[in-house]
Structures are given as structure tokens and as C-alpha cells.
T-cell receptor, first 109, second 113 residues
Framework: TQLLEQSPQFLSIQEGENLTVYCNSS?????LQWYRQEPGEGPVLLVT?????EVKKLKRLTFQFGDARKDSSLHITAAQPGDTGLYLC?????????FGQGTRLTINP | NAGVMQNPRHLVRRRGQEARLRCSPM?????VYWYRQLPEEGLKFMVY????????ESGMPKERFSAEFPKEGPSILRIQQVVRGDSAAYFC???????????FGPGTRLTVL
């Protein structure tokens, strides 16, 4: 069974600080996706990483896929209150997505 | 270009009743996935369907749960004789092809009283 462990589960920091969220597994995934979910809504795709060692940037967000394609990280620089939300990583398994349990991020003004 | 549509957005049922959740995929998408989410948790895969076929139902409970994606019309997730433990958010995602990017709907929040 493929599992993804996200850490931390909860993170509350001040506006302007940097943070990193981790997504780890003992399994290899063909790709890994990061989603953001607002209360009462479905997950919205932020990025897909496919190649081991790949780094993708989306404004202040930097996503990295581990060399062995078993882990990933999301780094946010100079966090803003608008970054508050639930961040989910998901690995592409056999014809389905395997989700981590999510990181609830709160950015305090 | 409309996104994935789900209805109802909220559904309240008493124990023992049936719940029917509908999902209309994005235009041109013939692959549909259903996931369940408990509060403050990630999504858990339930079932993967293509038009008129169930491809993978390994995440769906064997009893009381069924899913279909007919040639015409939306995909339906059906839960018979609901119990309190079925209370959750149910999300549908669609994709244009196998292993394509999955786009999620807004979900149906099921509450069983």
C-alpha cells in the first residue's frame, strides 16, 4: 500500500516568515502533485512534478521532487495571510491519487 | 469552460436512508474518480470509472456503496442504508485520459443524522 506522510500537520506563523512543508513516502511515484484546498471547496492543483530532482517555482512557492521520486517539499517565502489554507500532496499511484493527510497552514497578520 | 460539477453541495440523511451524489465531469473528460474526505484529513480514493465501466473500485466499501458512469448523464455515487460513519465530504474528479491531470469538483458534504 502506498502511503504519503505530510509534515507538519499544522503550522501557524507570522506574516513575512518562510516555511517548508514536507511530503515523504517509502514508495516511488511517477509524479507528485500539490493542491490547495479552501474550506467548503475542492482541491485546486498548484503544480505537478514529474522528474526526480525537479524544482518548480510559482511566485513565492517553490516545489521540489526528490531525486528518488519518493518525497517532495513545498517552500513558501515571505508568507502572506492569503496563503492560509490546507495544502495537500498527492502521488500518482496505479490509476489513482494517493493523498497525504494535509498541512493546515495559518499565516497571522 | 465549466469545471467539474457536483450536486447537491450539501445532503442531510437519516440513518437507513439512501444518498445519491452526482458528478458531471468537465466537457470532453471521460474518466471520473470519487474520493472521500474526513475532517482535517486528506482524500481517500474510492473508485475510478470510465464511461459505462468501473476500472478500479478497490477503495470502495463492499457493502452499501455503488458507483456508475452511464453513457449519457452524470456519474452517480450511491450509498444505501447510510450510517453516521458515512458523514464526510465526497469529491469527484475528472480527467481527459488515463493518468491525466485530475480536476476536482467542489464536493458534496453528506451529514447522516
Amino acid at each position: 500500500t502506498q502511503l504519503l506522510e505530510q509534515s507538519p500537520q499544522f503550522l501557524s506563523i507570522q506574516e513575512g516568515e518562510n516555511l517548508t512543508v514536507y511530503c515523504n513516502s517509502s514508495s516511488v511515484f511517477s509524479s507528485l502533485q500539490w493542491y490547495r484546498q479552501e474550506p467548503g471547496e475542492g482541491p485546486v492543483l498548484l503544480v505537478t512534478v514529474v522528474t526526480g530532482g525537479e524544482v518548480k517555482k510559482l511566485k513565492r512557492l517553490t516545489f521540489q521532487f526528490g531525486d528518488a521520486r519518493k518525497d517532495s517539499s513545498l517552500h513558501i517565502t515571505a508568507a502572506q495571510p492569503g496563503d492560509t489554507g490546507l495544502y495537500l500532496c498527492a502521488g500518482e499511484g496505479a490509476q489513482k491519487l494517493v493523498f497525504g493527510q494535509g498541512t493546515r497552514l495559518t499565516i497571522n497578520p | 469552460n465549466a469545471g467539474v460539477m457536483q450536486n447537491p453541495r450539501h445532503l442531510v440523511r437519516r440513518r437507513g436512508q439512501e444518498a445519491r451524489l452526482r458528478c458531471s465531469p468537465m466537457k470532453g473528460h471521460s474518466h471520473v474518480y470519487w474520493y472521500r474526505q474526513l475532517p482535517e484529513e486528506g482524500l481517500k480514493f474510492m473508485v475510478y470509472l470510465q464511461k459505462e465501466n468501473i476500472i478500479d473500485e478497490s477503495g470502495m466499501p463492499k457493502e452499501r456503496f455503488s458507483a456508475e458512469f452511464p453513457k449519457e448523464g452524470p456519474s452517480i455515487l450511491r450509498i444505501q442504508q447510510v450510517v453516521r460513519g458515512d458523514s464526510a465530504a465526497y469529491f469527484c474528479a475528472s480527467s481527459p485520459r488515463e493518468r491525466g491531470t485530475q480536476y476536482f469538483g467542489p464536493g458534496t458534504r453528506l451529514t447522516v443524522l
